[in-house]
Each structure stands twice: as C-alpha cells, then as structure tokens.
C-alpha cells in the first residue's frame, strides 16, 4: 500500500517525488492534445491516470485550449482541503521559486513562452523537482518521458515570459484527500 501524499509544510505547493518515481510513468494518451496538465497530475500522483485519460480524449474530442492556471489551483485547494493560489511571476528566474523545494519533493509550474511568430503567450505544465540537492525537470506530456537537469532543459529558454507556480498560503501538511481526485477541471 502506497503512503499518503501529503504536501510539505511551506509557502511553496509541494508534494513528494524522486526520479524513481517518474520511471515508469507513461504518457497519459498518444495523441498530443493540450493535456500537459492531465500528464502532470497523473505523474505526481494527484490524478487517476484513467481520468486524466477521458479528460484528454474530452479536450481533443472539443478542441479545448487546455486548462486556466487558476482552475489548475482551484483543483489543487480542492483534492488537498486548503488553500492553493497562484503566484505569476514575469521573467523571472526559476531559482527564485525554487529554492524553497525540499529533497525528495516536486512541484509543478506552467510556463508561459511567447514565440516571435505567434501573437500571444502559451502555457505549458511541467514539473520541477529536487533529489540530492539538485534540481531537475520532468515534461510528462511529452510522448517519451525524459527527466534531466534544470540547467540543460529545453523548456528554460529565451521564450519563458511568464512564471506561474502555486503557493500553499497556510503552509500546513494538508494530505490528499483520494474522493476528491475525481473532481471535474474546467477546460
């Protein structure tokens, strides 16, 4: 039987995670959909799997554009009994907001890229975790999951405008409440 999830006790929302637990994690649906919200879920363990897969063959079926940043909160606050808001950063520097991540944990973040070639910005989840001391990132929606190293990764690049991460504001342990898994996510 697996332990709880629980989030760790700090401003930062954090829940826990290692290399080894990304390992045998597969890509949620084959088809590519705005879903990397659903993948990220599922990979951390804070959504069935299943569900993520109906939630993405739904956002394919309706051509939806993916998920609000703020609904991706507003479910976090729900399946954990707390409160979760966003903190938007512009152009800032992931170290800032991750250098309250403990060992052994990751949290998620969606980064906004505005590309010369479109008009406004897009939004992508992924995860961002720490293990011996050293951060690395984990793109769940991507068909093969790869994790490496925060530095080296395509997703930290000139194209990263904005900076979305979620804040645990009574910064208490609230662990996973698994009923509420199943909660519907607006897309």
Not at 24 to 46: E, M, P, Q, V, W
Not at 119 to 143: A, M, N, T
């Amino acid at each position: 039987m697996k332990p709880k999830i629980k989030m760790y006790p700090n401003k930062l929302f954090q829940v826990p995670f290692t290399k080894k637990t990304i390992k045998n994690y597969k890509r949620i649906a084959k088809i590519c959909t705005n879903d990397c919200l659903f993948n990220t879920l599922s990979a951390l363990g804070l959504r069935h799997p299943n569900i993520c897969y109906h939630d993405s063959m739904k956002m394919n079926k309706i051509k939806g554009q993916g998920v609000e940043v703020h609904d991706a909160g507003d479910y976090i606050s729900s399946i954990f009994d707390t409160t979760i808001e966003t903190s938007v950063k512009d152009r800032c520097k992931l170290s800032t907001i991750t250098s309250k991540l403990k060992n052994g944990y990751a949290t998620f973040i969606c980064g906004g890229y505005g590309y010369k070639w479109a008009d406004d910005i897009s939004g992508h989840f992924f995860i961002i975790y720490k293990e011996r001391g050293r951060l690395y990132i984990c793109d769940p929606s991507r068909i093969i999951v790869k994790s490496g190293a925060l530095e080296k990764s395509h997703l930290i690049d000139k194209d990263l405008k904005i900076v979305v991460s979620y804040c645990n504001i009574n910064e208490v342990a609230a662990p996973l409440n698994k009923e509420r898994m199943n909660n519907s996510i607006p897309f």
